[in-house]
Each structure stands twice: as C-alpha cells, then as structure tokens.
C-alpha cells in the first residue's frame, strides 16, 4: 500500500512539473496531410498514391491538459464532387516530457458537406454508410448527428512556437445520434478504418 502511494505521489509531481513547465493556454494553427490506405495488405504500400492523402488546415485550443481541436480537409467523393470533410474533437493534452513531448487521447465527431458543382447538382452531406443527403433537407446538426464519429491517439512537440504532431484518427461505424439513443458509449470503439495524420503548427497565443 505504502509503495502504491509513493508511485501516485511521484507521478503526481512529474505530472505536475511537465505541466508548469509549458504554457497553460495555448492557441495554435497548422497545416498537414493525412494517409488512408485504401485496402493494401500493407499499411505503407499505398503511401505513394496521391488519391490515398488529404491536405487541410487545423486550429487547436488548450487550457491546461484540456483541448479542443478543428481539422477541415478538402476532399473528392465519388460522384467526383469537391466537398469537405470537417473534423470535430476534444482531447486530453498530456504532457510526457514538458512541451517537448505529450500524448494526446480523445474523440469527436464529422461532418462531410459536398457543394454543388458541375458534377452535382445538389449540395448534400455524405453521412455514415455513405449515405446522400440533400443540404435543403438536413440541417449541420443533423449530419452531425449522422456522421461517424472519430477516435484519436497521437504524440506531439512543442519547439518554441512551432509544433509537429503524428495522430492516429480512427473512424467509428458509430454516430454521435446512434450513442445518444442507445446510451451505449461502447458503440465508440467499432473501428472501421484508420487515418495517419502529421501536423505543423504554429503556436498563436
């Protein structure tokens, strides 16, 4: 009991010393890529694939260990419309190693919107099961509410005001609506596929 407590005493100061030696607001914006294999037996072996990344933007926000997240990806579908896949997460920012190194673990929601263009005539939302729904029809919080949900694990550095973050995104086959009315969070962790994702940013405030 005596050596439990001593452990939990000594990771409490660690934990407390990482976190005093950063900042305790941080507000930054980065650009990135992000790689979805598309079915090789081999993780790697659609890396030179350009249909098999995304290029966006992303904002994040944190307070202490706490932080919200925004990514948005332009993206093709398969009616060749140019839509966009938005990305909504909180997390838990852990500091390992002060701002030099930190884990971060949390989970959110998406939403696809696809305009119209050329190639469709409607703007709609790509939901879960790639299901269409006309925009006229379904409101943003609507296709939230549809949309798969993400789970994120990832490590990250602060060098200054610069930042390099490597994120595993996995996609749920739950939504956010679907957990809502089951009440059942587990639902969360029906992993469909995975995304690698690697990040600059560039620390704001």
């Known amino acids: 009991m005596y050596k439990k407590f001593l452990a939990m005493l000594v990771l409490s100061i660690l934990l407390a010393s990482s976190i005093n030696a950063r900042s305790l607001v941080n507000i930054s914006l980065g650009v990135g890529g992000a790689y979805t294999p598309s079915g090789e037996s081999d993780f790697a072996g659609g890396m030179e694939n350009p249909n098999n990344w995304m290029f966006g933007a992303e904002m994040s926000v944190r ?16 009616d060749n419309g140019q839509g966009v896949l938005l990305l909504g997460l909180g997390s838990l920012n852990i500091p390992l190693v002060g701002p030099l ?3 971060e673990l949390g989970a959110g929601g998406s939403v696809t919107y696809v ?24 409101t943003f919080t609507e296709a939230a509410l549809e949309s798969p949900m993400y789970l994120q694990i990832g490590l990250g550095s602060e060098l200054g005001s610069v930042g390099i973050r490597a994120r ?17 969070w587990w639902e969360m962790f029906q992993l469909q596929k995975g995304t690698l994702s690697l990040a600059l940013s560039l620390k704001m405030f």
């Open 63 to 78: 307070l202490a260990v706490v932080q919200a997240q925004m990514m948005a990806f332009p993206i093709q579908c398969s």
């Open 101 to 103: 190194l930190f884990l």
């Open 115 to 138: 305009p119209s263009s050329e190639n469709n005539q409607v703007s709609y939302y790509l939901v879960s099961k790639q299901e269409h729904h006309a925009a006229s029809q379904m």
């Open 168 to 184: 595993y995104l996995l996609e749920s086959g739950a939504t956010l609506g679907s957990i809502l009315e089951t009440n059942d």
